[in-house]
C-alpha cells in the first residue's frame, strides 16, 4: 500500500524559512512524479513544485520555494524561504506516473496518491 507522509510544517514568522519532507513507501517509484500542492481555507489546491523527469516550480513561488529529492531514500524536499502570512495553508505531497514523453505533472488530476498534508501557518 503506497504511503506519503509529509513532515516539517509548523508556525513560523514572516521572512522565515521552513523545509518540508515527503517519504515514499509501499511501493516502486520509478517513472513516478513526486510533487507538492498546498490549500488555503476557502480556496483550491493550489500546484507548487514537481520532480519527475525534469524539476519543475510554480512562477508565483519561484525563487522562494525550491524542490529537491533523494531517491535512494523515496524523499522529496519542499524548501521554503522568505515566507509571508500568504503562505499560510495545507501543504500536500502528491505522486503521480509519469506518461511517457512527460517530464512532469502539473495538475492535482494527475496524481494517484496524496498524504494527509502539514501545516503551514505564518504570523505577521
Known amino acids: 500500500q503506497v504511503q506519503l507522509v509529509e513532515s516539517g510544517g509548523g508556525l513560523v514568522q514572516a521572512g522565515d524559512s521552513l523545509r518540508l519532507s515527503c517519504v515514499a513507501s509501499g511501493g516502486t517509484f520509478s517513472g513516478y512524479g513526486m510533487g507538492w500542492f498546498r490549500q488555503a481555507p476557502g480556496k483550491e489546491r493550489e500546484f507548487l513544485a514537481t520532480f519527475g523527469d525534469n524539476s519543475y516550480t510554480a512562477h508565483y513561488v519561484k525563487g522562494r520555494f525550491t524542490i529537491s529529492r533523494d531517491s535512494a531514500k523515496n524523499t522529496v524536499y519542499l524548501q521554503m524561504d522568505s515566507l509571508s502570512p500568504e503562505d499560510t495553508a495545507v501543504y500536500y505531497c502528491?505522486?503521480?506516473?509519469?506518461?511517457?514523453?512527460?517530464?512532469?505533472?502539473?495538475?492535482?488530476?494527475?496524481?494517484?496518491?496524496w498524504g494527509q498534508g502539514t501545516q503551514v501557518t505564518v504570523s505577521s
Open positions: 502528491a505522486a503521480g506516473k509519469l506518461p511517457p514523453g512527460t517530464w512532469f505533472l502539473t495538475r492535482s488530476r494527475q496524481y494517484d496518491y
